[in-house]
């Protein structure tokens, strides 16, 4: 008798069964991470999509409002309303290198933190350095914030409780009003000379603050002279270090603290090579001593700039929130 020939059927088709079972855990696994891609990648959209709608708020924005002559040219600042405006005023200094931009030039990206919060954003623009010296903008400065102040009433703004920001030269400009702003002239014949000049808090990005002593800036010359790249603009062109310290002690924001300072937040790089960290170190430390109520906030490994500095202006918005906004 011949056996039958042994058959692999039941063999196959007992693997064949079990291929279900082993595949269903890898295709589970494979759906599973699918679905956390995409929901990693909504959750991104989403954040960007929200940001993007925050930095992008809706705003009237009126250019070119006339503020004095420099040169022959018109000085002129913006008027920039939020749609719901909270009846506070922040000036905005577009100054960089001293030099300026003119009407319609602000950034509206560097403006959304602060007009979020309901905040009235006055641009300012000034004749260019080394056209105008930095003497001249300081004063045309002066100048726009009497001029805003007097029409206070026409921005819908209160005219005793205005901020400034500004970065870089921008921020030398806010302190040198920080610092010297104050009562005008009452026998001026022009009503916008009579004005205060003062504001009553400020937010800024790395300032300089004294032209005498520039540490480690690539602009120091090394003989305790004007810095390399702004002796036209600060009238030493050429240079006469007989005049200098008065000069730059003039314009040194640091050698103009006195009895009076409004709150200020500082926010500066420690990598900073073109005006350095010990420049706000030395004013918070000065001001400090006078019982002023100054705040530095170290940005690590941050140079002249850096690139999340948009997220800081919230912190700027919430520093104006508390020292502009109360008691209203």
């Known amino acids: 008798m011949t056996l039958p020939a042994p058959s692999d059927h039941g063999h196959s088709s007992a693997v064949e069964a079990s291929l279900p079972k082993r595949g269903l855990p890898i295709l589970r696994l494979l759906t599973w991470l699918l679905g956390g891609f995409l929901a990693l990648v909504a959750v991104a959209g989403i954040g960007i999509a929200a940001g993007w709608i925050y930095y992008h708020p809706s705003f009237e924005a009126e250019k070119g409002v006339v503020y004095g002559v420099r040169k022959g040219k018109d000085l002129t600042f913006d008027v920039v309303r939020p749609a719901k405006p909270n009846g506070l005023g922040i000036v905005y200094f577009t100054s960089g290198g001293w030099r300026s931009g003119g009407p319609g030039s602000f950034n509206s990206l560097i403006l959304a933190p602060l007009l979020r919060r309901g905040y009235t954003i006055f641009p300012v623009y000034h004749v260019s350095q080394p056209e105008a010296t930095i003497k001249e903008i300081v004063s045309d400065s002066h100048r726009a914030i009497r001029f805003i102040r007097t029409h206070a009433a026409d921005y819908g703004v209160d005219p005793d409780r205005l901020g400034l920001t500004g970065g870089s030269a921008g921020g030398h400009l806010s302190l040198m009003i920080a610092t010297r702003g104050g009562p005008g002239d009452p026998a001026a014949p022009d009503e916008i000379d009579r ?134």
Request: net charge negative; proline share 7%; glycine share 10%.
């Open 195 to 328: 004005a205060s000049s003062a504001v009553q808090a400020v937010a800024i990005f790395y300032p300089v603050t004294d032209f005498l002593d520039l540490g480690d800036s690539t602009e120091n010359p090394g003989n305790a002279g004007p810095p390399l790249g702004f002796r036209a603009a600060l009238e030493q062109d050429p240079v006469d270090l007989a005049t200098w310290p008065e000069t730059g002690r003039e314009l040194s924001p640091l050698h103009q603290l006195s009895t009076h300072l409004p709150p200020t937040l500082i926010y500066h790089g420690d990598a900073d090579g073109l005006v350095p960290l010990d420049q706000s170190r030395r004013f918070e430390a000065k001001a400090s001593e006078l019982g002023h109520d100054v705040k530095v906030v170290v940005h690590r490994g941050g140079d002249h700039g850096w690139r999340t500095q948009l997220l800081d202006l919230i912190q700027f918005g919430r520093w104006f929130d508390t020292h502009l906004r109360a008691g209203k």
